[in-house]
């Protein structure tokens, strides 16, 4: 049986409880509210829209209200059978296709949707809501904790389909997986597929970039001599990134063809990076301003002069066998050094130089921070750091020393004390 809803003593046409026999004839507490709408013709055919699962009839209404303006401007879906789960893989064969993702860009995106197909793949795209996916993330998150937690109760770990151990899903985890499901709702409203996208309301966990703490110049230089007194064949790419603020990926991506040292520049414009264990050559930046030619500072080019020279030292040595790629940073055969093993042999190095434990990225934290404790203005730094928005590099690298902190304290202590009567 229907229940028709009534609002101000006038029923509404199109909103009704479905109840059975056993409800109370005056009001039903169980069953949800739904609404039947039928929209303006199109392509001479008049599309009909129902939906449920509305706790009250006047959210119900709200929404037929809703769905008949979209209708009437044109914003109904275009595409009403179509599911999530198939508009994400369509999605990311398009992004693909145009060349819009190098590889670890991609591999990040096939995780995101991984997960949010698992919850919400085989559901109409024009009934997602942004309920939907708030409720989602909460289950990503305890989902995965509860599987670890199982297999730990039987002595086991939790594996993946990969065969790899399972990790638990941290929130910042959760705000990638929000950033790629905003873009895949984003573009399937601008394909007219929804009226609207659900993501731009849904809510994340809470999460909380954590605290950066860059290397002070005295730090850096203690670090620098450190490896030079070892004779570290990792001192000059980490003089490299200590003094050109240059990502990881595009240090190990340097050619001797990219590098002048008589006239001391290095062009980037291709990286090194790792996907799932795998090594590969991007040719291309990570952004379009990351194309660049960086200045070397006369110390850089001293030590890189003097590692080409051990270089060259190597090759002989090594003969045929030597592995003539052209790069610039290598192994004593003239393999191209493994992105991870950097990263791992950059944390040992500065325990044993007895420095702040650092991730090998946050040496361009140094370098940002330094330039701008010594006074290089967020315009310049930003095109240095290749940038494409000085406000990222803002909110990002923004790292005040004690100095310039105690310098602002003063020059403000000054006007007060200079404006006493």
């Not at 209200?65 to 595409?79: L, M, P």
């Not at 999530?84 to 398009?94: E, P, Q, S, V």
């Not at 993501?199 to 203690?222: D, E, F, G, H, V």
């Not at 290749?386 to 100095?403: A, I, M, R, V």
Request: glycine share 8%.
């Amino acid at each position: 049986m229907k229940r028709s809803f009534v609002y101000r003593k006038q029923h509404v046409p199109g909103v009704y409880q479905r109840c059975n026999r056993d409800c109370p004839a005056d009001t039903c507490n169980v069953h949800t509210w739904s609404y039947h709408v039928v929209l303006p013709a199109k392509d001479g055919r008049r599309p009909q829209l129902t939906k449920g699962g509305f706790p009250n009839g006047r959210e119900a209404m709200k929404a037929r209200e809703e769905a008949a303006n979209a209708g009437r401007n044109g914003k109904t879906s275009s595409k009403p059978k179509l599911t999530f789960g198939d508009w994400a893989d369509r999605w990311l064969a398009g992004k693909v296709e145009r060349g819009e993702l190098r590889p670890s860009s991609h591999t990040a995106h096939l995780t995101a949707l991984g997960h949010l197909k698992r919850y919400l793949g085989s559901k109409k795209l024009k009934s997602l809501t942004s309920q939907d996916l708030t409720e989602t993330y909460t289950a990503i998150i305890r989902d995965r904790r509860v599987e670890i937690e199982k297999a730990a109760k039987v002595g086991k770990k939790a594996v993946g389909a990969n065969g790899q151990t399972l990790r638990p899903i941290s929130p910042a985890s959760i705000t990638r997986v929000h950033s790629v499901a905003n873009g895949c709702l984003r573009d399937a409203a601008d394909a007219k597929f929804i009226d609207h996208n659900p993501a731009a309301t849904a809510k994340k966990p809470k999460y909380q970039a954590p605290k950066i703490n860059p290397w002070a110049p005295a730090q850096a230089r203690q670090f620098l001599d450190f490896l030079a007194g070892n004779a570290d064949r990792l001192n000059p790419l980490i003089h490299l990134a200590i003094h050109t603020g240059l990502r990881r990926g595009e240090l190990l991506g340097l050619g001797w063809a990219d590098v002048d040292l008589d006239a001391g520049t290095a062009r980037v414009w291709r990286q090194r990076v790792t996907v799932k264990g795998e090594v590969f050559v991007v040719d291309q930046t990570k952004t379009d301003a990351g194309d660049r030619v960086v200045p070397l500072f006369a110390d850089t080019v001293a030590v890189l002069r003097q590692w080409r020279a051990q270089q060259n030292r190597e090759r002989l040595a090594w003969g045929p066998a030597w592995n003539d790629g052209g790069w610039v940073f290598t192994r004593e055969d003239g393999q191209p050094l493994y992105p991870d093993t950097v990263g791992r042999a950059f944390r040992k190095r500065t325990e044993q130089a007895g420095l702040p434990r650092l991730r090998f990225h946050d040496l361009r934290h140094t370098f940002a921070s330094i330039a701008l404790n010594a006074d290089v203005s967020m315009p310049v730094l930003s095109k240095v750091m290749g940038h494409t928005n000085p406000n990222f590099t803002t909110k990002q690298y923004t790292h005040l020393s004690p100095e310039k902190h105690s310098e602002a304290m003063r020059a403000v202590g000054e006007k007060v004390r200079s404006a006493a009567g």
